[in-house]
């Protein structure tokens, strides 16, 4: 799921890019690599993956229904909501046109920064949200340093809340019943009574 993702803003911005300039370099995942930099294009780099803790779900069961006849519930671990961090970088040899091409990046997601499903074409991405996320100036030196890359334009963005959820694995658990319930709190205030 992170590459569909991934691929699909790499898809994304090479479209809108185009659009601004016809000679607009490529736009590749790629690492940012010293032995063999990239010559005229722009790069998506992930640098890090966080859990989202604040959206997560305490829901331990999954309903599937299979139609009319057909239906079961799982008890499934709750799902995992994640944000990437994502480095974006023009390599190019003239620096002029590397920082064109950045300011076009951050054009780009300043005009649309929130896809939904429908335009993802991807069945287990709900929503991504990008946020520019700045990096204070020793933080950007320490990444260049470990990189170990010259610094070129670049910009970082958080991609929020990809999900995660395995639907396939876990135990399967047979639906409760109203009167199983009903018996159930009969019971818990019988045994109230008799404290």
């Known amino acids: 799921m992170i590459h569909t993702t991934l691929t699909f803003l ?49 829901d331990t ?24 961090y994502v480095f974006v970088s023009a390599q190019k040899n003239d620096y002029t046109e590397a920082l064109k091409q950045i300011s076009q990046v951050i054009r780009v997601f300043q005009a649309k920064n929130v896809f ?3 335009e993802m074409n991807n069945g287990h991405v709900e929503q991504l949200i990008l946020d520019l996320y700045p990096l204070a100036f020793e933080q950007a030196n320490n990444l260049w340093q470990a990189l170990g890359v010259k610094i070129m334009p670049s910009v970082m963005y ?22 199983d319930i009903r018996i159930e709190l009969e019971m818990l205030n019988k045994e109230n009574d008799i404290k």
């Open 10 to 58: 790499k898809d994304y911005l090479s479209k809108k890019l185009k659009e601004f300039d016809e000679a607009a370099g490529i736009v590749k995942l790629d690492v940012l690599n010293k032995e063999n930099p990239p010559e005229d294009a722009v790069l998506i780099t992930l640098i890090h993956i966080e859990e989202e803790r604040v959206a997560k779900s305490q």
């Open 61 to 84: 069961y999954y309903y599937h229904n299979n139609g009319p006849q057909s239906s079961s519930i799982k008890r499934v671990n709750p799902a995992i909501r994640l944000n990437l």
């Open 116 to 118: 939904e499903k429908e």
């Open 158 to 179: 958080r991609v929020r809340l990809l999900t995660i959820q395995d639907t396939e694995s876990g135990e399967e658990v047979a639906p409760v019943k109203k009167d």
